[in-house]
């Protein structure tokens, strides 16, 4: 008895026109850094609004992504917000490019004049991307946004999710070795990355 085969959804990676497009629009946007984080690390949207200061290594332009922020039944069948381990369960080191870890200080930077402002009202969460009183973002809020941003300049049909494609795709048509990339994914497997994005 063989297993149906699961049917992925298409991949709808931005090509250079869009992602040119993307880059421009995004400037000046509350979620720039963010989306721009996302677009150039392939993180995943739980992954890269689950990122903690102390995963950001300044000294050797590295991040550790070891959790996700994710939405789960808590007490009473209360939903909330918290941080749980990656969809793997495995914590993978990458090494983004150098303008990434510039675009995570101006973040820092931006995050200590918030905190200065709220005073004791400032929650002290230890994430990356946050709103101006600390607290986590809504990622259906992120989502929205991007879905707002996208259909502005011509492309309705992009998702969040595609920022990671489009990466995957840039890193293996730029020549890096499939290793690095399945790696830089928190893929399983380097196959799978092939057989994701190989055509």
């Not at 992504?65 to 808590?74: P, V």
């Not at 200080?105 to 969460?125: H, I, M, V």
Request: proline fraction near 4%; charge should be positive.
């Amino acid at each position: 008895c063989t297993l149906p085969r699961v049917e992925r959804k298409e991949l709808k990676p931005l090509d250079d026109d869009a992602i040119r497009r993307f880059l421009e629009a995004v400037e000046g946007h509350p979620f720039e850094a963010l989306y721009l984080v996302t677009l150039f690390t392939g993180m995943r949207q739980g992954e890269v609004l689950g990122l903690t200061w102390d995963c950001v290594d300044f000294e050797n332009g590295s991040l550790l992504i070891s959790k996700q922020l994710q939405y789960i039944t808590g007490e009473n069948n209360h939903r909330v917000y918290q941080l749980a381990p990656t969809k793997n369960g495995k914590l993978r080191k990458i090494v983004p490019a150098d303008f990434v870890m510039v675009l995570l200080r101006q973040q820092w930077s931006r995050q200590a004049e918030w905190r200065l402002r709220a005073g004791p009202a400032w929650e002290d969460s230890g994430l990356v991307f946050t709103n101006e009183l600390g607290g986590h973002l809504a990622p259906f809020t992120v989502y929205k946004k991007f879905k707002k941003l996208v259909k502005e300049i011509g492309m309705p049909e992009s998702r969040f999710h595609d920022l990671r494609h489009s990466y995957a795709v840039a890193a293996i048509r730029s020549g890096d070795d499939i290793k690095t990339v399945q790696g830089n994914l928190g893929h399983a497997t380097a196959a799978f990355t092939l057989d994701v994005y190989g055509h």
